[in-house]
């Protein structure tokens, strides 16, 4: 078991600094603008990063309670998964979803960690 966790945190933490990297190198004056204010914009540029190439991009769950979702039941226990790479850059959410924007606020709330509230 803890070796399955040390290989899982490997992984999810490889990826995400490779996804970091190539958006820094790929998306226009990223880098100058990260670099050029790196106590303003880091920890934002981070978080951005992860909203839009997370390390995890479909997870699964076990439905918690019964819910109605767009008009179908769910029920507790049933199986469910979260899509979280497609909710991350969900347009009634976030404003221009697929631009990477340092400056976004708020800039917590995506579905890297599962913590985020989004309305059904």
Known sequence: MLFFLFIADMHTTSEFIGNAI??????????????????????KYVEEALRLLPPMRIRLR??????????????????????????????DHYPCPHAVDVTRTPITGHLVVCQANFKQ
Do not use: H, Q
């Not at 820094?24 to 106590?39: K, P, S």
């Not at 076990?62 to 790479?85: E, F, H, P, Q």
């Open 22 to 43: 190539y958006l820094l190198l790929t998306e226009g004056d990223v880098w100058d603008r990260v670099t050029a204010d790196r106590v303003g914009l880091l920890s």
């Open 62 to 91: 076990l439905v918690s309670r019964d819910v109605d979702l767009a008009g179908t039941s769910i029920k507790k226990g049933d199986a469910g998964c979260t899509l979280n790479a497609a909710a991350n850059r969900d347009p």
